[in-house]
């Protein structure tokens, strides 16, 4: 199986990151997330720092290493898809593959700008793909994409949607119910 899985407010904090480091950045505007800031003057001076240091989000280690190993009958291919733009940071992809070797991620491959997850998915046969945004969990159901898309929905947005979980600690638990390879 190959599952996808998005890196910023999903694996990992990077909101939290930019609201902290908001004050580098010496924009007057509010930050909230990290859209907020693309148009900010010093976005490409901060955004690597961000990249290498952001927090990991909590279980989200062992998520990885029971998708990898434990979900399903077989090893099970992981992917890290996200938008980071290699254009605004050099060497995104290879700031993106250290920080998952330094946080013992279970990765295979690394994929960046990729802003249309449908299309990435389709592209690389995901089977499953954990995301944190509503517009991509959406766009992956309403395309032709054979990709069962999962809402990574930690502020409890969306408590309708039942393909999501609100942590990575819920991972093991809710694949648990279902390791047949049969998702959700």
Excluded at 11 to 36: A, R, Y
Excluded at 41 to 49: A, G, P, T
Aim: with cysteine.
């Amino acid at each position: 199986m190959r599952i996808g899985i998005d890196m910023d407010d999903t694996t990992c904090s990077t909101t939290k990151k930019v609201i902290e480091l908001e004050q580098d950045f010496s924009v007057g505007n509010k930050v909230s997330t990290v859209e907020d800031l693309w148009d900010a003057k010093r976005i490409r001076s901060v955004l690597s720092k961000i990249y290498k240091e952001v927090e990991l989000k909590e279980g989200a280690q062992e998520a990885f290493r029971y998708l990898k190993y434990q979900y399903g009958d077989e090893v099970n291919e992981i992917f890290i898809i996200s938008a980071r733009c290699s254009d605004l940071v050099d060497d995104c992809e290879e700031l993106t593959e250290d920080y998952c070797m330094r946080n013992n991620l279970c990765v295979d491959h690394v994929i960046v700008n990729a802003s249309d997850k449908a299309y990435v998915c389709k592209k690389y046969n995901i089977d499953l793909m954990i995301d944190n945004s509503i517009n991509n969990y959406s766009n992956i159901l309403n395309r032709d994409v054979d990709t069962t898309p999962i809402l990574f929905d930690e502020e409890n947005h969306y408590p309708g949607i039942e393909d999501r979980i609100t942590s990575w600690n819920e991972v093991s638990e809710k694949f648990k119910k279902d390791n047949n390879k049969k998702v959700l």
